[in-house]
Nanobody, 119 residues
Framework: QVQLVESGGGLVQAGGSLRLSCAAS????????MGWFRQAPGKEREFVAT????????TYANSAKGRFTISRDNAKNTMYLQMNSLKPEDTAAYYC????????????WGQGTQVTVSS
């Protein structure tokens, strides 16, 4: 089992920046892929970014490319999402997730952190 706790959300003006963190605990000695997802009110949860175990491979949703940067520090069991040039449409609850390398889908989820971008 892996427990995930997000932090760093808040209220920011359009054009501003936030850095989200996701702290992992529990069975953190196994390699796993991690990712960020978000869900806005009335909308389905959507993929934002993912990073492999070493941090050498990342993938972003089109909406995040060029503005968001995903990273991880395995020594601290923590993943980050640096969000720059935020837009009102980025307003959502952001969730971190993790899965074992052989798992077909994300198995572990955090409770979410709210990001609100005002215009």
């Amino acid at each position: 089992q892996v427990q995930l706790v997000e932090s760093g959300g808040g209220l920011v003006q359009a054009g501003g920046s936030l850095r989200l963190s996701c702290a992992a605990s529990g069975r953190t000695f196994s390699p796993y892929r991690m990712g960020w997802f978000r869900q806005a009110p009335g909308k389905e949860r959507e993929f934002v970014a993912t990073i492999n175990w070493s941090g050498g491979s990342t993938t972003y949703a089109n909406s995040a490319k060029g503005r968001f940067t995903i990273s991880r520090d395995n020594a601290k069991n923590t993943m980050y999402l640096q969000m720059n040039s935020l837009k009102p449409e980025d307003t959502a609850a952001y969730y971190c997730a993790a899965k074992d390398l052989v798992a077909a889908s994300y198995e572990y989820w955090g409770q979410g952190t709210q990001v609100t971008v005002s215009s």
